[in-house]
């Protein structure tokens, strides 16, 4: 088991950066592949980006390459999600994700992951 909490988001300009944290409890947070999933209104939930335990291995939805970088700090149990050059269509509420499944990589379906964040708000203004 692993709860999840992020934090770090909010209303930035067009253009603008924002750094998205999630805090994970628990001794085996090391152990499991972390992804950011996000969800805009009327939409489904969207793949952003994942990382493997090590941190050795991302992927990231097209979207977002390029732009966002994903990286983890095990030590502190935190995965982050650096956001830059944000445009109005990355608006959603964003959520942090675990599994444990051994999915084959990388996991980019929101049904291969088994623990969930309450999302953060993030609203990118023109």
């Known amino acids: 088991q692993v709860q999840l909490v992020e934090s770090g988001g909010g209303l930035v300009q067009v253009g603008g950066s924002l750094r998205l944290s999630c805090a994970g409890s628990?001794?085996?947070?090391?152990?499991?592949?972390m992804g950011w999933f996000r969800q805009a209104p009327g939409r489904e939930r969207e793949f952003v980006a994942c990382?493997?335990?090590?941190?050795?291995?991302?992927n990231y939805a097209d979207s977002v390459k390029g732009r966002f970088t994903i990286s983890r700090v095990n030590a502190k149990n935190t995965v982050y999600l650096q956001m830059n050059s944000l445009k109005p269509e990355d608006t959603a509420v964003y959520y942090c994700a675990a599994t444990s499944r051994g999915s084959a990589w990388p996991p980019r379906s929101r049904y291969e992951y088994n623990f969930w964040g309450q999302g953060t708000q993030v609203t990118v203004s023109s």
């Open positions: 990382i493997s335990w090590s941190g050795g291995s991302t």
């Open positions: 628990g001794r085996t947070f090391s152990m499991y592949t």
